[in-house]
């Protein structure tokens, strides 16, 4: 079952085209995967799918509506999104950031009923940060405000996850939990990835962008092969498949002599 449908979006930042004639889709349980280098569009297609942005033209189908008609509240009960830079403007407790993810299920004025409670406990345990829930979001390390924004995400009940590169300036330990966590959801993914390698362990297919345009789709040993990305990096690499993973693995070679 087909999901996502993005049909030739095209959005420049005024005359400057960044992304072109974007055409993908995300079938139900999938981890897909955005890759290509700095500047390449990858943020700007996430942005204008949770509509940071507007495209200049193009039509997005989500679940067969088009998400550019449905309200804010319809498409936030099907789309949650993570993205990389998370400041919040004022300090919350780390619960109370994690209660916003209700806000879709709820009315106006309606307060937190015991139900939604449940739920944001719920969240926390998951990502193991229950014993967190009255410490302070600004004062917790970068690492666990993306454990904290992805509670928030899965106390909205949502099951289909924008992440816009999620794990960017992690240390490896937090880009291995967050990524595994995903994939336990069962969720499906769509999420920019700076990481080649962790876009090898952990997508199921992968579409690689370079000036705004798709220029690569795949699955993962299909895509990220040392010809390709001399092509779209300009970096020289080697690419086997590992023992244990049975997942591509990259090694990246120097320019020179060592």
Not at 50 to 71: E, I, M, N, Q, T
Not at 240 to 252: L, M, N, V
Request: glycine share 8%; proline share 4%; net charge negative.
């Amino acid at each position: 079952m087909t999901r996502l449908v993005i049909d030739n979006l095209n959005f420049s930042y005024d005359d400057t085209d960044a992304a072109r004639n974007i055409c993908l889709s995300v079938d139900k349980g999938e981890f897909v995967g955005l890759i290509g280098p700095n500047g390449s569009g990858k943020s700007t297609v996430l942005k204008n799918l949770y509509r940071a942005l507007k495209p200049d033209s193009g039509k997005v189908s989500l679940d067969g509506d088009d998400l550019f008609f449905l309200s804010h509240k319809a498409a936030a009960l099907k789309l949650g999104v993570v993205g990389q830079e998370n400041d919040v403007p004022f300090d919350f407790l780390v619960e109370e950031i994690v209660a916003m993810g209700r806000s879709p299920h709820k009315k106006l004025f309606d307060i937190d009923n015991e139900h939604d409670k449940y739920i944001v406990h719920h969240a926390l345990e998951h990502l193991g940060m229950a014993n967190m829930a009255k410490r302070n979001y600004l004062h917790i390390s970068g690492g666990e405000k993306q454990r904290v924004l992805i509670a928030r995400v899965i106390a909205q009940e949502c099951d289909f996850l924008l992440l816009d590169e999620p794990t960017n300036h992690l240390d490896i330990s937090y880009q291995l939990q967050i990524f595994d966590f995903v994939k336990r959801l069962g969720v499906t993914a769509l999420s920019a990835i700076h990481d080649l390698n962790m876009a090898a362990l952990y997508c199921d297919r992968i579409f690689v962008l370079k000036a705004g345009e798709i220029v690569l789709q795949g699955k993962p040993e299909e895509v990220l092969t040392p010809e390709n990305i001399l092509n779209v990096y300009g970096v020289r690499c080697d690419t086997r498949i590992h023992p244990i993973t049975g997942k591509p693995a990259i090694t990246f070679l120097p320019s020179g002599k060592l």
